[in-house]
């Protein structure tokens, strides 16, 4: 089953912006660990940004991310968000919305990991050049 639908990529310059958007069903909103994670052509897929929802949302961001993106939830809306801001040609890659198993906490070093999420959007394309 499709439970997690991304939108919101595109092709942008060095410096521009994007918003992500990823719209949960009803199947899944009891989860309260969620995620973006990327991969590049060649690369491994690598999590970018983590909020746990149902831990006060508190945050965590990649190196290589902090202070460019950022998470959030809406939680009316059932939507989940990654502001791009300063994007960069090594920003390009699929960003995939990924989602723990309902109730799952996200653990302080494992919820960083692919491996620990159960369900994941088709991803859409952002691509900096």
């Known amino acids: 089953d499709v439970q997690l639908v991304e939108s919101g990529g595109g092709s942008v310059q060095p410096g521009g912006s994007l918003r992500l958007s990823c719209t949960v069903s009803n199947l899944i909103r009891s989860t309260i660990c969620m995620g973006w994670f990327r991969q590049a052509p060649g690369k491994e897929r690598e999590g970018v940004a983590i909020v746990y929802i149902g831990g006060g949302g508190s945050t965590y961001y990649a190196d290589s991310v902090e202070g460019r993106f950022t998470i959030s939830h809406d939680g009316a809306k059932h939507t989940l968000f990654l502001s791009m801001n300063t994007l960069k040609p090594e920003d390009t890659g699929m960003y995939y919305c990924?989602?723990?198993?309902?109730?799952?906490?996200?653990?302080?070093?494992?919820?960083?990991?692919?491996?620990?999420?159960?369900?994941w959007g088709q991803g859409t394309q952002v691509t900096v050049s």
């Open positions: 990924a989602a723990a198993a309902p109730g799952q906490i996200c653990a302080p070093k494992a919820a960083r990991e692919s491996a620990y999420y159960t369900r």
